[in-house]
């Protein structure tokens, strides 16, 4: 993958903030990270991590209020996305970002054909004619693997299975060429044949359009076999960010090193149990004061109740925000 | 779509023949005698003739075949002949009402235009206002407007017709002057000045039906937009990049309008059961009126002809309300 060329979506100290009844609850943390071009970035996470709510804040998919982004700056190709006003956010979502979303049985508007709501991008932000419209949602549906294209573009949502429908969704989301695709979760509502054939499309269509993919995701093996470079997030904020075989190889940060635990091996001995990660996500009503895994690390220091800990970089690409150094079993000196 | 209306209309048949027997059994059981009104001068073996001369003298099953018959068969005879010129039904009894002695259809041809002019605009400028207010409420929901409109539905809802009736009466008819407290049946439309005059006195029982109406829908329209609101597929229309009012105006709207049409749809036989009340308020003559004037009188025939027309309506406008829900949600077939 290109490496070291300019990012197409730098993220700086992202703070997001959701006003509730009961307070504030600080969804994203300072989170940053950048996307190069052609890149596939995997992000990881429990529920509540922050994953969705993070690539949302970028794009202006949030309900404001309740959201508000406090801080942080997203350059994408030059603009801030985070001070664009709607129009131009507008016009970039759906034509430059594509999203798809985590369940294709409820993405889609049951009232419409699979059509309407396939041309609907490409006459928005292409300007195509009618015409010149269908004839390109009908080769978008003949390039995401949908059978006999033409002729289904006039059927609805309902009349298509659950993969299809998420085929469908791809399909929406690269209708106008984007540079970067954010797919939230987009496997884990399908079974796992249908799943993997969703993954080797994704793979495929990358390969052949080129463009910058974030897969959100709470599975890492889904993100073995297809990230260039993941992302690990907890109570909104990152935790390890590694090339994918050094993550795997040499996970830092305890709750990396705990979700690869839970992952069930077919090699190798069996283990008794599945390892789980005690304890519950938290939720956080202030900006943390100390590091968020605390409670349920197995490796807490002194020093981790007293301060929550920057990113680290630990070598070249590879950053983790813990003071605990799995190579000498004691805190991390930077 | 076709086979099922029609296997629909099959099937309402017996519905309907069911209907009619509880109609007329409950009437029959209901105490009363069409002689009450009669002075008390008039002898009661006169009385007693007089009554079997309306057929009252007759065991209840035979009545009712008579009614059926004259109904399902000379009535559309009739209507048949009236339109064309022909003479089919010549020599047959039409449908008479026993306080009136005029044939019942011919009456009630009488009082439609005013219920359906009346209640009839209330029904279309409350769905005209309703639909509007019900997407902005939901859309802007615990804004002030959003408050307003909750309030003033309230209001709508629970004020009953007798009350705001009367009220508007003394605001603008006493008090302002501006509309006529009674509505003129007599008035003919000819001009300007004539149209101008029938609007007017429309005026005050449109808006307290529409008043009515309009929370009722208004209220149906806001709850299911904020069902879809949050859906995700109205978010996926905002990822595409769709703007806000293609957005609430075609995505949402078009969902949430499947239970509001069938709401709307089953609304629309009341409107010919005329607003019983406020034509009353108004002295408008219309169906509500009339049931009300036939009931009173024991008009038997009457009573039973205009309930029985009720629940056709009724009938005919749930499958017409079901028609509607296959047309607008394509997840629905009917086959």
Redesign the interface.
């Known amino acids: 993958m290109p490496d070291g060329a300019q990012p197409i979506l730098d993220v700086r100290d992202l703070k997001t903030v959701f006003l509730t009844r009961g307070g504030e609850v600080h969804a994203v943390n300072d989170v940053s990270f950048d996307l190069r071009p052609g890149e596939l970035l995997g992000v990881v996470g429990e529920s509540g991590s922050g994953k969705s709510v993070t690539m949302m804040s970028l794009i202006g998919l949030l309900p404001m209020p309740p959201a508000e982004i406090r801080s942080g700056r997203a350059i994408f190709d030059g603009l801030d996305l985070l001070q664009a006003d709607d129009d131009t956010l507008r016009a970039i979502r759906g034509a430059r970002i594509g999203f798809v979303f985590q369940d294709p049985m409820t993405s889609l508007n049951p009232v419409f054909t699979v059509g309407f709501q396939l041309m609907e991008p490409l006459r928005k932000h292409m300007g195509m004619s009618k015409a010149q419209a269908r004839a390109r949602a009908a080769e978008l549906l003949d390039l995401v693997g949908i059978p006999d294209a033409a002729a289904r573009l006039k059927d609805y949502p309902h009349q298509f299975s659950g993969g299809m429908r998420q085929r469908v969704m791809i399909a929406i989301a690269l209708a106008c060429d984007p540079q970067v695709l954010i797919a939230d979760e987009p496997t884990t509502a399908l079974d796992v044949t249908i799943q993997a054939q969703i993954i080797e499309l994704v793979k495929d269509l990358r390969r052949k359009l080129g463009m910058a993919i974030v897969w959100i995701t709470h599975d890492l093996g889904v993100i073995a076999g297809i990230a260039d470079r993941v992302m690990v997030m907890y109570g909104g904020q990152v935790v390890e960010q590694a090339p994918v075989r050094e993550l795997f190889s040499d996970p830092q940060h305890p709750y990396t090193r705990a979700l690869l635990q839970t992952v069930p091996s077919l090699r190798g001995k069996r283990a008794e149990r599945l390892r789980v990660i005690e304890g519950q996500p938290p939720v956080l009503g202030a900006p943390p004061a100390a590091c968020p895994f605390r409670p349920r690390c197995g490796h807490a220091l002194e020093r981790c109740g007293r301060e929550n800990p920057r990113r680290l970089a630990v070598r070249p690409g590879h950053e983790v925000a813990c003071f605990w150094d799995p190579a000498s079993g004691g805190e991390r000196h930077a | 779509m076709l086979n099922y209306t029609i296997r629909r209309l099959f099937m309402a048949v017996p519905t309907l023949i069911f209907i009619s027997i509880v109609i007329f059994l409950l009437l029959e059981l209901a105490p009363g005698d069409p002689m009450a009104q009669v002075p008390l001068t008039v002898p009661a073996e006169v009385k007693q003739k007089m009554r079997e001369a309306l057929g009252l003298g007759e065991p209840a099953p035979i009545r009712y075949w008579k009614w059926l018959t004259q109904i399902f068969w000379v009535e559309p005879l009739h209507l048949f002949d009236s339109l064309f010129g022909t003479n089919f039904s010549d020599g047959y009894q039409r449908a008479i009402s026993w306080q009136t002695r005029s044939p019942i259809f011919d009456i009630i041809a009488q009082r439609i235009p005013q219920t359906l002019w009346v209640v009839g605009v209330a029904y279309v400028v409350a769905i005209v206002i309703a639909i509007p207010v019900g997407v902005y409420s939901a859309y802007r929901q615990y804004s002030l407007f959003d408050n307003v409109g909750t309030f003033v539905t309230m209001i709508g809802f629970s004020v009953p017709p007798f009350f705001s009736g009367v009220l508007v009466i003394v605001i603008f008819s006493v008090w302002l002057g501006w509309f006529p407290s009674i509505y003129d049946t007599t008035l003919r439309v000819t001009d300007w000045d004539s149209f101008l005059a029938q609007l007017r006195q429309m005026v005050m029982p449109v808006m307290v039906l529409a008043l009515q109406i309009t929370s009722q829908i208004s209220r149906f329209m806001r709850a299911s937009m904020l069902d879809n609101l949050n859906?995700?597929?109205v978010?996926?229309?905002?990822?595409?990049?769709?703007?806000?009012p293609t957005v609430i105006l075609v995505?949402v709207l078009?969902?949430s309008m499947?239970p509001v049409a069938t709401v709307i749809a089953l609304g629309i036989p009341s409107i010919f059961g005329g607003a019983i009340i406020t034509e009353q308020v108004f002295k408008v003559n219309g169906i509500g009126q009339l049931l009300i004037g036939s009931i009173e009188a024991n008009d038997l025939p009457m009573v039973q002809t205009l309930t029985f027309i009720f629940a056709v309506l009724i009938v005919l406008f749930n499958l017409i309300a079901d028609i509607i829900y296959g047309i607008?949600?394509?997840?629905i077939r009917y086959e």
């Open positions: 859906l995700d597929y978010r996926t229309a905002r990822a595409k990049g769709v703007s806000e995505h078009r969902n499947i607008l949600d394509p997840r």
